[in-house]
């Protein structure tokens, strides 16, 4: 029937048929595939498109009997929104931002600083057993690393106050001062992510052709000169990609980190409070539903267009390290 | 992509081509060793910090080395004389990261097959579906509203604490991209042979794909281990479903209770003479000490894990 149906010429509804038959033949043929995809679709759906509408309540006034479709509008409807104009908000979004920034950039140059320097390791067992233990820290809980910063930092037992009282100095109560924590969590982050960061780093070195090596150094060229002209050159684009796709999430803090190694302390909240932190305790500890939900959508927008751009840039640059 | 071992040298083979040691390669030799201690620095301080006494920490705050006197095992008693919640902790944690695991892998490479199977009708529509999820998001607020209101059976369940991790969309463009890579003639021939798509995925491509499968599992079986956000948000009044990192963050109200229920003297005069910080450092022991032990089996998959991560949508 289908060679009959093909054979009439110039019949554009039967071909059409044709066309929607074999469509339909094919999505047949691939019925296990679909339902091999069905329960992480199922799950995307739920636990991410789902939320997505439920953002609506950003503009509403929930009321949990009402649900989110149920509960009425805000009027007006931008009211919740007005949070974002309050002084923690601004203060949540600034240290987002300057913290994010500052991390991005000490990060980059300190992971690309190692990368280079284990490059530059000759002594195999050596190079292995730093290499390894460099990113040991990416493998501990948030919890842990909480823990630890406890260890070294609170007043009563820390090891830097410790320390500091047997060189006679004042102790310090860190988890009092607000003006320590920019560099305590910079220095945090290089610990948990400069190993993993430099491991990225190294395998692009290891991609480099070898004979630019052994030219530049028929060239007389020093171990410096390689490092500065060919192996630095190299991971220029690794590096600006890397750094293009990190701008893009510039308005995401690692909520984690900030909740757990300041303990939550609300005595740094004007360095360390980021708008995770804080659109998580508008939600737990004021209950505001359609306030943490505005801010929290503010987040995700600003997100989604930056993720836009820096990855349409850093598909510009390097077509394979793009996200999408 | 993944199946040689990743080379991290950039040039091989120098070791004939000797060149004086000179103070720059020192200095570098020296730094990389201290970055390394100083990654080690924070995990022996709490070791140490575990075994040290009350007297000797407010003293001198905690060292790498309390010496002799300022030894205990008070830390670790008081825990022991506490089991219960700890051996809870580890079997819910235990299940979550085993089951938990098994299903994510299950469920994501799935996904992924389907992905990879380019003749599929719809393929770049579920692609987009997938990648959108890691584009944008609702934020935490809707997606906790979600959890707590509509899908309330799920909370204070130890299904909550598996649940929500199962999908990761990283993973499943991991395995759609090996599974790409898998030569299609494999797929033709168990299609000709009248093998069934799950079939082909199960029988063929699950079995040709370890490096990615221990890649993965590897990243997963962290996540699930490591994770205390689940915990914090959904599980609400059956705190005996706490994982062990919940337990580690609500370790001090925990010992509270802990002494106010047993007030035997002598668990009292245990806690008396430690500090909590020492309790909590012995538990951190406790339950990031498996992650230390599987550590360097574990770390070779971890390095090809960031080579392949390289992952487009």
């Not at chain 1, 290499?131 to 842990?144: A, D």
């Not at chain 1, 106050?161 to 310090?172: S, V």
């Not at chain 2, 009292?268 to 032990?293: E, F, H, N, Y």
Request: charged residues 15%; proline residues 4%.
């Amino acid at each position: 029937m289908t060679n009959m149906l093909m054979g009439t010429a110039g019949a554009g509804h039967s071909a059409r048929a044709v066309r929607t038959r074999r469509t339909l033949l094919q999505v047949l043929s691939g019925w296990q595939l679909y339902a091999m995809a069905l329960p992480t679709m199922a799950l995307l759906f739920v636990f991410s498109y789902w939320p997505m509408f439920g953002a609506i309540l950003a503009f509403k006034k929930y009321k949990v009997k009402d649900g989110i479709l149920g509960s009425a509008w805000m009027n007006p409807l931008l009211r919740n929104f007005q949070a974002l104009n309050s002084a923690d908000a601004r203060q949540a979004i600034r240290n987002t931002l300057s913290l994010n920034f500052m991390f991005i950039a000490a990060g980059t140059v300190f992971a690309l600083a190692l990368a280079l320097m284990f490059n530059e390791v000759r002594h195999k067992a050596y190079k292995k057993v730093t290499q390894s233990l460099s990113f040991l820290p990416y493998f501990i809980s948030t919890v842990v690393i909480g823990i630890f910063a406890s260890g070294m930092l609170n007043y009563e037992n820390g090891s830097i106050n410790g320390m500091l009282a047997a060189l006679g100095r004042e102790k310090i109560g860190f988890f009092m001062e607000a003006r320590y924590w920019p560099l305590i969590l910079l220095i945090v982050t290089i610990w948990k992510g400069a190993g993993y960061s430099s491991v990225v780093y190294l395998a692009t070195i290891a991609g480099v052709d070898s004979e630019l090596y052994e030219a530049a150094k028929i060239d007389g060229a020093s171990r410096w000169g390689e490092m500065w002209h060919i192996s630095l050159p190299m991971l220029r684009p690794t590096v600006i990609v890397l750094t293009l796709l990190a701008i893009g999430r510039v308005m995401n803090a690692d909520f984690g980190l900030f909740y757990n190694v300041t303990q939550d302390m609300p005595t740094l909240y004007s360095t360390t409070d980021v708008i995770d932190t804080h659109v998580y305790r508008l939600l737990r500890k004021r209950g505001d539903i359609g306030i943490s939900t505005a801010v929290g959508l503010f987040q995700s927008s600003i997100s989604f267009i930056l993720v836009l751009i820096s990855n349409y840039a850093a598909r510009k640059i390097d077509d394979s390290a793009a996200l999408f | 992509m993944t199946g040689a071992s990743p080379k991290i040298s950039a040039v091989p083979g120098k070791a004939g081509a000797k060149r004086r040691p000179s103070a720059g390669s020192f200095l570098i030799h020296l730094f990389v060793g201290a970055f390394a201690l100083a990654c080690l620095y924070p995990f022996a301080l709490v070791i140490a910090g575990s075994f040290t006494t009350k007297a000797y920490s407010t003293l001198h705050g905690f060292t790498l080395w309390p010496g002799v006197g300022g030894l205990t095992l008070a830390a670790y008693q008081s825990l022991f004389v506490n089991m219960t919640f700890i051996v809870n902790g580890y079997k819910v944690t235990l299940f979550t990261t085993i089951f938990g695991t098994a299903l994510s892998l299950f469920t994501n490479s799935m996904m992924g097959f389907t992905l990879s199977r380019k003749q599929l009708k719809g393929r770049r529509a579920i692609n987009f579906y997938v990648l959108f999820t890691m584009l944008f998001s609702g934020g935490m607020v809707p997606w906790y509203i979600i959890c707590i209101r509509y899908l309330g059976w799920m909370v204070d369940t130890v299904w909550a604490l598996i649940i929500p991790m199962l999908a990761g969309p990283w993973n499943i463009f991991l395995f759609r991209n090996y599974f790409t890579s898998v030569p299609d003639a494999l797929y033709e021939s168990a299609r000709i042979d009248g093998a069934g798509d799950f079939r082909i995925y199960s029988g063929i491509y699950i079995r040709v794909s370890a490096p990615v499968l221990a890649t993965v599992t590897l990243f997963t079986a962290l996540g699930f281990w490591n994770d205390w956000w689940l915990g914090l948000m959904l599980i609400k009044d059956h705190t005996e479903l706490y994982p062990l990192q919940m337990l580690l963050r609500n370790i001090i109200s925990n010992l509270q209770f802990l002494q106010t229920m047993e007030a035997s003297p002598q668990v009292q005069a245990l806690m008396a003479s430690i500090p909590s910080d020492s309790v909590r450092m012995a538990l951190v022991i406790v339950t990031t000490g498996p992650i230390l032990l599987l550590y360097p089996f574990a770390q070779r998959y971890f390095v090809k894990g960031i080579m392949v991560g390289a992952v487009k949508g």
